[in-house]
């Protein structure tokens, strides 16, 4: 039997060709130069068959409008809701599509199976689905099977070769659902606010994206530098006490917390104070000693990784994501895209913790749990049936840089998960003093545990002297002092993206992606590790707050309903059709309604958007650096789209590009110049009842470059009033 294997990319159709043939392949170029076709023998069932790999650059075909749609003077924006849309190879500009499109074909022609390797996951589901329409299309009998693995270990690839499943078909349906949503409101709500914004634009020509992941990520800077604006510091008192040891005894001073901690008013805390004053002497109420731990990490998930790794390692969630993709193709991580935080009670960890033994930095804590320290990892009760956690399958001790410290942390996580939990004593004493109550903790840590392994953790010790019930003493200090509330800080990225998951905005795999777009559109902006919006990405959240809470484009809630929706296709419990009727006439209300307040969009922008003010920040933070991969350029045009996200590679009629692939648009972001429709300017007539003429504004202004109509009339010739600018057409 001919099989045709097709995986996600070069490097991946590279890596399973070797494991399958045992690096016994002939190799055989294709018209393109990244794809290769792998030829070899293999044994399924034992039946030998003759199998080729090859592989594309991730989407093979996008959607896109209509050529009568895609030229934005074409037709008005809520158009753009029910317009015809049409399948096709994806960039069927470039060559390259077109001849790994045709690789396919040939390649299908003479296969009796074509066998899907593309990843686990919801977009490569739907990549696989693309690759059987294309190999149908010339073989319409041609059988079709699925391979399901979650590293690229051996024994996983040959375990997925020898059982074949079948495509699911209710993920590639949510896929093309959140595909066409994505193409549909993106591009109407891009149009819409770029047509009707641009004479407040300093290049008349800059577009002012829109998408249902990127605008809620956007919201929630927005808010936190809201939340500081508008804070206001209010004054509050609390009573410190502290206990100095006699000298004998050491000296040490022992600090007591007030448990009202404190409040705000001062009569009230100044009362409390001065009975405490005149009446100082303490008395121990009770004292608590007790055994405590402090809980090993759960496995790892994909959020937990960007969340942590940013956080520990100062690195963004792209830069991890990226690092993590080209460790799971070289075999050293498994799928680095799960929700799983549950190991299965059969999964073999030994293996993976004696690998690890020898490396000169975690080998001796591997040795350690190896030699009877293993404990079982935890359960977090999320398994997404498909992979699971995050661990490392396999060791290079030649890795460097960053992609060194992504493995490390993986390794050390996994470890700590396999280790037992920390264990302290604890001990709590209770102080009065006249009517008011104290305490004081101190901690001893007995056995530190995971925390060997794990130095991303902290557990300090605290000292307290012995106390016991009823004793007395004197307080060293007892002060009555003030303080003032403070404002919450601007996110930290580990900040942003647990705000993200928490909401359901993107996907563990998109999250970081919609985080870089907010700032590749220059809606916000990065210093110090601390998110700042920019002006523009102001007024636009504040504008469309200002329309409604419920329905705001820039808060999670509709997205969230769409997400729930997608989810339910995945389960087979909700029509695919049904939801995207009804995602299409939710987003199509929301968007009368934002045509009907779009002056108070107009209106914020007038208020908070400053050009030059953003110019400045955006030449003082740093430009975004390059981010080659290790496994070459081969596979440059993957992406990240996935799942609840963005699609991979998808072209934009809003100028974005999405996901995997190259994402060059279609066409889709042909702006021209941004007039008006000429049908809508022929129909225009001034006061005088003539044809008005199309003028710019020159002069230094917010409104400098900005279209506008008036009378075509000189003043001696008697000019009419007449005005209109040509974004209101």
Known sequence: MRILCVAEKPSASKKLAEILSQTNSQVENTDNKYIKNFKFDYTINQQSHSLVMTALLGHLKTIDFTDDYRSWHNCAPDALFDAPIVSKVYNASLPESKSIEANLKRQARNAEVVFIWTDCDREGEAIGAEVVEVCRSVNPRIQVWRAHFSSMQNDAIHRAAQNPTQMDDNMVKAVKVRTELDLRIGAAFTRLQTLRLRGYMQDPKQIISYGGCQFPTLGFVVDRYMAIQNFKSENFWKIDMEYTLPPEDGGDIVSFNWKRNHLFDYWATFSLYEGCYMNPLATVTRVEKKRTTKRKPLPLTTVEMQKTANRVLRLSGETIMRIAEDLYNKGLISYPRTETDEFDDKFDFMPLIQMQTNDRQWGQYAQHIRDGEFEKPRKGGHNDK???????????????????????????????????????????????????????????????????????????????PNFNKDDQFMPSSLMLNQSKTQPPNLLKEYELIALMEKNEIGTDATIAEHIQKILDRQYAYKRDDYFHP????????????????????????????????????????????????????????????TVADFAKLMNSLRTHYRPAEDSENATRVAPRPATPTTAGAEDRGRGRGRGRGRGRGQPSTRGSTRGRGRGRGAGGNNQENLEPPASAVAMLRCNCGNPPSQRTVVRESPNKGRLFFTCAKSEGEGRCDYFKWASDI
């Open 534 to 593: 920019s002006t523009l990405g102001i007024a636009l959240v504040v504008g469309y707050d200002e329309m409604g809470f419920e329905t705001s484009l820039s808060k999670p809630f509709l997205r969230r309903e769409m997400e729930a929706d997608l989810k339910q296709i995945c389960e087979g419990s909700k029509n695919n059709n049904l939801v995207l009727r009804q995602s299409i006439d939710r987003y199509r209300e929301v968007f009368s309604r």
């Open 386 to 464: 498909a992979h699971p956690p995050i661990h490392p399958t396999g060791y290079d001790m030649n890795l460097t840089g960053d992609h060194r410290r992504i493995y490390e942390f993986i390794t050390r996580r996994f470890l700590a998960a396999c280790w037992k939990d920390a264990v302290g004593f604890e001990t709590q004493v209770d102080v009065r003093v006249a009517t008011e109550e104290f305490d004081a903790r101190g901690l001893v840590i007995l056995e530190r545990n995971f925390l060997e392994v794990y130095t991303y953790d902290r557990w300090t010790g605290s000292y307290l």
